[in-house]
């Protein structure tokens, strides 16, 4: 089994930066594709950004394009998420979550979750 962990979050204005966290235990380096997805009261489950596990290869979504960047260290089985120019909007539960397939935006491709954080930015 995998399990993932987020922390990080918290609350924060407008324009500034918040840096999440997921820390994989269990049966580490099994997983292709790392993902952070969000989900905002009355929304629907957002994917944000994906990088997988060896190497580079990374996608953002549309909506975080520019402002957030996502990053791993293998040695420490963690995953980040440095969110920077924070908007309202942004407000959310950001869950981590783990595929063991290709990488995708739907969160039907990933089988393991994190509990979530939750990220409030005020205007």
């Known amino acids: 089994q995998v399990q993932l962990a987020e922390s990080g979050g918290g609350l924060v204005q407008a324009g500034g930066s918040l840096r999440l966290s997921c820390e994989v235990s269990g049966r580490t380096f099994m997983q292709r594709v790392m993902a952070w997805f969000r989900q905002a009261p009355g929304k629907e489950r957002e994917f944000v950004a994906s990088?997988?596990?060896?190497?580079?290869?990374?996608y953002y979504g549309d909506s975080v394009k520019g402002r957030f960047t996502i990053s791993k260290d293998n040695a420490k089985n963690t995953v980040y998420l440095q969110m920077n120019s924070l908007k309202p909007d942004d407000t959310a539960v950001y869950y981590c979550?783990?595929?063991?397939?290709?990488?995708?935006?739907?969160?039907?491709?990933?089988?393991?979750w994190g509990q979530g954080t939750q990220v409030s930015v005020s205007s």
């Open positions: 990088i997988t596990w060896t190497g580079s290869t990374y």
């Open positions: 979550a783990a595929s063991f397939r290709g990488g995708s935006i739907s969160q039907s491709a990933y089988t393991y």
